[in-house]
């Protein structure tokens, strides 16, 4: 069975640009979850998405937007890109919502961003 | 190969010696906890999870031991051998609809 699946693997963008990552669940998993990795901060919970809908927000401002499609595929979005969203962001699913014993997160390589 | 941490806790440790990796959680409500290792490059892997009613749990080459009391967690790895070596994180939740909190991690050294 495919793991968790992010695109793309790099990118560079520009401090006031857009970026939208892509990320597709391994089969059968319907919830996914968005982390954002630093050196500083470490794994920061960005939010997670069920069905479509997004049960779970972290403390991050409205610049971060995500969506789940009906094929639980999701893509976040970062508008108005600053240099501090400089990151490893990363993608996980599981089976049901939330995680809990036995249906743990499981985690894609990540998209590297920077931003310049 | 990438950084995950550029001042995380190391432990290094003699090829086909046993790893304790030690983490103090923060909430004492919390009732799920997890261990991920993540290698260069790479997203954070599984490797075991535990519940709050449970005192250890054991993997393959893996152990995972739990005290409530000091908030405390730890993995043990067996004959640690060179593909261990990564940084490793524990992470815990109060629940299914709470997010999970990931700890700063410990970088693994394997000594040849």
């Known amino acids: 069975k495919a793991g968790v699946t992010q695109t793309p693997r790099y990118l560079i963008k520009t401090r006031g640009q857009q970026v939208t990552l892509s990320c597709s669940p391994i089969?059968?998993?319907?919830?996914v979850s968005w982390y954002q990795q630093t050196p500083g901060q470490g794994l920061q919970f960005l939010f997670e998405y069920f069905s479509e809908t997004q049960r779970n927000k972290g403390n991050f401002p409205g610049r971060f937007s995500g969506r789940q499609f009906s094929n639980s595929r999701s893509e976040m979005n970062v508008s108005t890109l600053e240099l501090g969203d400089s990151a490893l962001y990363l993608c996980a699913s599981s089976l049901a919502a939330g995680t809990g014993y036995n249906s743990p997160l499981h985690f894609g390589n990540g998209t590297r961003l920077t931003v310049t | 190969g990438e950084s995950v941490g550029l001042h995380l806790p190391t432990l290094s440790v003699q090829e086909g010696d046993n790893s304790i990796i030690n983490c103090a959680y923060s909430n004492s409500a919390s009732d799920y906890f997890i261990w991920y290792k993540q290698e260069s490059g790479k997203g954070p892997q599984f490797i075991i999870d535990i519940r709050s009613n449970m005192d250890k749990r054991q993997g393959q080459r893996v152990t995972v031991l739990l005290n409530k009391t000091v908030k405390h967690l730890s993995l043990q790895i067996a004959a640690t051998q060179p593909g261990d070596s990564a940084v490793y994180f524990c992470a815990e939740n109060m629940n299914r609809d709470d997010k999970i909190i990931f700890g700063k991690g410990t970088r693994l050294h394997i000594l040849p």
């Open positions: 089969s059968g998993h319907r919830s």
